[in-house]
């Protein structure tokens, strides 16, 4: 067996970079009728340096999931492209892509084979990479289960057997078995309780700098970020309308868009995806997407030229705002 547990080298580059990144849906098309463009994400520019934080925010329909399903390879953009380690994903073959980033999703319980013993569950990579010896994998086995605090007798148990927070430290330690350099955390506690999830975030906090992990950390609650994040990317409509440090978005939020947000974590129902943004109309038709801002007919502070010119992207010392109220000389710290 010539595959080993070891983390794979790396270049100095960034461990994730996005460029100018879209993906667009053709949808409800016909014999007779001509299919329209959804553009599930648009012109995304992202860096995400090794070892940081990058938390992804934005209403369900926002393009957070489109997005790191393409980061994951398992959806190719319509344009752009996205780099890991400066490689192109596309020349990563696939093993290697899944040693170097993996996911862990909102609901263990649909990702865990529920005819499998936890042991089976957490082995399967290495299994399917042909990694180690079997004497090998039982010790990465126990080591891994015990990093992520499950009792060692757990690995003969079933997922059925478990609670929602022992299946997602389940799902966490499938993914890290393999020692990958990047976690894909897709609203990782969100089917959890209030409090089973902050100790699966302490975990995930944990885990990032005993393996010196880089997270994308998707979500719709910009709280948890807060907790989690270096740096935060507000996403609506398929466009990152905000984007700079957890600590200057999270103080003083600049977008509307994501100045609602941030309001909507005090909201009563948490759990709920959309919470009461205070914002008067619904979600826009994404097949239907409005002139100018696409954020426009929600915005509390659209004025004149919000409906009908599409503003540009603000960069200054680390941030950067799509939004009209913030001309290029008044974004700087
Ligand atoms: Fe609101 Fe106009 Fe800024 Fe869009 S560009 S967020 S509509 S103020």
Redesign the pocket.
């Known amino acids: 067996m010539s595959a080993t547990l070891s983390k794979t080298t790396h270049s100095s580059k960034p461990a994730l970079e996005v460029r100018n990144l879209s993906r667009i849906f053709d949808v409800g098309g016909g014999i007779l009728r001509k299919a329209r463009p959804l553009r599930a994400c648009e012109d995304i520019n992202l860096i995400v340096e090794r070892g940081e934080v990058l938390g992804i925010v934005g209403e369900s329909g926002s393009g957070k999931t489109t997005l790191s399903r393409m980061m994951l390879g398992l959806m190719k953009p319509t344009a752009g492209e996205i780099l890991i380690d400066g490689r192109p994903i596309h020349s990563i073959d696939r093993h290697e892509l899944s040693r170097k980033i993996q996911p862990i999703f909102q609901d263990p319980y649909s990702s865990l084979n529920p005819r499998k013993t936890i042991g089976q569950i957490i082995t399967l990579p290495l299994e399917a990479h042909g990694i180690g010896t079997q004497s090998e994998r039982n010790l990465a086995l126990e080591q891994i289960m015990s990093e992520v605090g499950l009792p060692p007798r757990l690995k003969h148990s079933y997922p059925s057997q478990l609670s929602g927070g022992q299946r997602q430290r389940v799902a966490i330690a499938r993914a890290l078995i393999i020692k990958p350099e990047i976690l894909i955390c897709d609203e990782p506690t969100s089917a959890l309780d209030v409090s089973v999830q902050a100790q699966i975030l302490n975990l995930l906090k944990d885990l990032r700098a005993s393996h010196n992990l880089t997270y994308l950390f998707i979500t719709h609650d910009l709280g948890i970020l807060d907790y989690v994040a270096d740096k935060v990317a507000v996403m609506y409509m398929g466009r990152i309308?905000e984007l700079g440090t957890a600590r200057t978005i999270l103080a003083a939020p600049r977008?509307?868009?994501a100045q609602a947000l941030l309001g909507s974590v005090l909201t009563p129902e948490p759990e709920l995806d959309l919470p009461d943004l205070h914002l008067g109309r619904g979600f826009p038709d994404p097949l239907n997407p409005p002139t100018?801002?696409s954020?426009?007919p929600r915005?509390l502070?659209?004025?004149a030229?919000?409906a009908q010119i599409r503003?540009q992207t603000i960069h200054q010392t680390g941030h950067s705002i799509?939004?009209?109220?913030y001309p290029s000389d008044q974004t700087g710290d």
């Open positions: 309308v977008h509307p868009y100018g801002c954020f426009h915005c502070k659209a004025f030229p919000c503003p799509e939004c009209h109220l």
